[in-house]
């Protein structure tokens, strides 16, 4: 089916309140697979102005250092790309390696990792999953688990929550979502990868809830990584990476090291409808309570 290409407007508008000079490192710019996309400038802009430098961590994220003054620091971006159009792709063909086959690059998202806790999970994976043949009919059995066995509501956010808990208190946010099925591939001898970003409502109802950076997962199949999403759990239009990594701790948002508050948290992922040129410098974020942002970098 052929699909019209899309222009998406993203962007962020967050505020930390730091007791003394804060050094931090922010995860916030566009990962660098989709700068060719970009349609207008990519800047972050702090208020008041602070030096920064940018650099590539050692999962090819950029990331962006820089040391926050006393009092309230302002930290914006909004930029325009061009998507596809195109939802993520579905290749139930796509077949699962054997261990022994995998690209050695792929073989640390087979590990467990801080959120990803396989040692806790490998006994009920197999035993959920081991029947399956396939490997894309694996990994889809995997999300439709998480997607029915977790509850999600902001309001059940917890940053320290990981596969394990997740799976047994039932609730969470798209990061437990992601979390859960991350470990239980991994369980399954299947590379998974853990995916921050923008995710904005095209092409399904619009959800009234003010807009938040998305996680999802990438799982290696055939020759390649496919986008999977266990909290909403069908192909989306529109997904704008920034991160990708093993689990969450590996894409904060904002990592501070001193003593900061988060006091303002707004993200905006809108498809721009024909004839609007222009990114709105001025436009509102609806904003979220701050009890659900973790820390991360970005690109200047």
């Known amino acids: 089916m052929e699909t019209d290409p899309v222009r998406i407007e993203a962007g962020y508008d967050i505020a930390f309140n730091c007791a003394q000079e ?14 060719p996309d970009l349609l207008t400038e990519h800047q972050i802009r702090f208020s008041p102005s602070v030096a920064s430098r940018d650099y590539l961590d050692g999962f090819g994220n950029v990331c962006t250092r820089l040391v926050a003054p006393p009092g309230l ?3 914006r971006n909004r930029f325009m790309i061009a998507d596809s159009g195109t939802p993520d792709d579905h290749v139930p063909g796509a077949e699962k390696h054997d261990v022994d086959s995998l690209p050695s690059d792929a073989l640390v998202y087979l590990l467990a990792s801080r959120y990803c806790d396989t040692e806790k999970l490998n006994n009920l994976a197999w ?9 894309w009919q694996r990994v889809q059995a995997i999300c439709d688990y998480a997607h029915e066995r977790i509850e999600f509501g902001y309001h059940h956010a917890r940053g320290d929550r990981t596969a394990a808990e997740g799976h047994e208190e039932r609730i969470g946010v798209c990061r437990d979502f992601a979390h859960l099925a991350i470990t239980l591939c991994r369980c399954m001898h299947i590379p998974a990868r853990y995916c ?6 095209i092409g399904v109802p619009r959800d009234p809830a003010p807009m938040d950076f998305s996680a999802w997962f990438e799982a290696f199949l055939g020759d390649r990584w496919y986008s999977f ?21 590996d894409v904060a948002i904002s990592t501070t090291f001193g003593r900061t508050q988060l006091v303002r948290f707004s993200v905006v992922t809108e498809e721009l409808s024909e004839g609007c040129e222009e990114v709105s410098e001025t436009s509102l974020f ?8 973790s820390p991360t970098p970005q690109f200047a």
């Open 229 to 249: 999403d266990a909290r909403h759990n069908k192909p989306r239009i529109g997904r704008i990476l920034i991160a990708r990594g093993r689990d969450a701790a």
């Open 127 to 135: 035993s959920l999953f081991g029947h399956i043949k396939g490997g």
């Open 22 to 35: 804060v050094p931090m490192v922010l995860m916030l710019s566009v990962h660098p697979s989709r700068w």
């Open 286 to 293: 609806p904003t979220r309570e701050c009890h659900e942002a």
């Open 196 to 201: 921050t970003g923008y995710l904005g409502d």
């Open 73 to 75: 620091l302002e930290v």
